[in-house]
Every structure is written in C-alpha cells, then in structure tokens.
C-alpha cells in the first residue's frame, strides 16, 4: 500500500480501532455499556449494546434504548429469537430470554468529536425485575452506556451556526496522518481532537 491516501476499507478498519479507544474505561461487569462502534464508510455507524448478566437468575427479555440528541436510528441488529422496533428516539428489543448477550443499532450521529453521548437503557427480565441504566455519573451505580464521539463515526458535526456539516471521513474519507491526529487528541483531551482533524479535514 503507498503512503499517499489509504483505500476506504483501510480507512475504516483504522477509524474502527481508534473507536474502540474511545469507548472508555467503565467496567463491563454488572453494567449494560456500548461494547463497540463499527464506521460503515457511509456515515452510518453500528453500535453494539452489550450486557453481561440479568435479573438474579431471570434472563432477560427486552432491552429499551433512548437515543440522544442528534443520533438516528436507520437499522437494528438483533441476536436469533429476537425482534427490535424504533419509536422516535427509542429503540426496543424484545426476544427469548438471555442471561447475556449484544444488540445493535445501526445509526447517524451528528455531534462533535470528543463530545459524550450517553444512552439510557431499561433492561427488563422474565421475571418482571428491571434495571434502569440511566444514570450520567460514569462512575454511578446504574450508569447509562456511553460513547465519546469521534470523527470515525460521526455523519457529520455542528458548524459555528449550528447547521450540521459532512466530517471529512464522511465526506471524502480519511487519511493515515488524519486517523494518528484523532487518535493521538483522546490520549491527550478529547475535545482537542475534534479541531485538529477538522483543521486537516
């Protein structure tokens, strides 16, 4: 492969690793938290919604997310068994009961590198136990799956006025020294990583 620009499936297998990286450090034990951001290359990214026990000994059976401001669900993935629907910013899944699993959603997410998006989740089990993931605090009892937003997956971001713009992965894809800015900002502050890969966009 040549230095110049990388081809679009390398692109978003580079954009992938640096997602992940961006998921935080929120223990997987006991919680439901997004487990991982797949960049499609077309604006869209998959979340995966992972829990890893239920209620007790009662599996469970629906899991309902609440998608912030700015995200949209355009597709669910669902486990065998189980069905999904979307309602406004509301995603349901239903099915056979399981004592772990992952779901996903398939969304655009307009929003600014290193900004945190947070999604509430109630997670019911057979028995009629519930759990309600909502709290904002990362470090809280029942905190809500998270996300740091960064350039690989978002569809676009908020100009000066507010409008939604393309981000440059989106718009013409990405190139390597792009991919190590992004990267190299969330080790030093997430927030700073939005300016510098919009200034080499």
Do not use: K
């Not at 890893?52 to 949209?72: A, F, I, K, N, R």
């Not at 069905?83 to 307009?110: K, M, N, P, Q």
């Not at 409008?163 to 080790?187: C, E, I, K, M, Y």
């Amino acid at each position: 492969m040549s230095a110049g620009r990388w081809t679009r499936a390398s692109v978003v297998a580079a954009a992938t690793v640096i997602t992940y990286l961006a998921l935080g450090t929120a223990p997987a034990a006991a919680h439901v938290e997004v487990a991982g951001a797949q960049p499609n290359g077309d604006g869209t990214a998959t979340l995966t919604f992972g829990f890893d026990h239920s209620c007790d000994d009662s599996p469970t059976t629906e899991m309902v997310v609440t998608l912030p401001t700015g995200v949209t669900a355009t597709a669910t993935v669902t486990p065998g068994g189980w069905s999904a629907g979307v309602a406004g910013d509301r995603v349901t899944f239903t099915g056979a009961g399981l004592e772990t699993g992952e779901l996903g959603v398939t969304v655009r997410i307009v929003a600014r590198p290193g900004d945190t998006l947070h999604f509430p989740a109630l997670q019911r089990c057979a028995d009629g136990g519930s759990y309600a993931w909502i709290d904002i605090t990362a470090d809280s009892e029942h905190p809500a799956p998270r996300l740091v937003a960064t350039n690989a997956v978002l569809a676009a971001h908020p100009d000066a006025t507010g409008n939604p713009t393309p981000t440059a992965a989106a718009d013409r894809g990405a190139t390597l020294p792009q991919a190590l800015a992004v990267l190299a900002g969330f080790v030093a502050a997430a927030a700073a990583a939005g300016a510098v890969f919009a200034r080499r966009g």
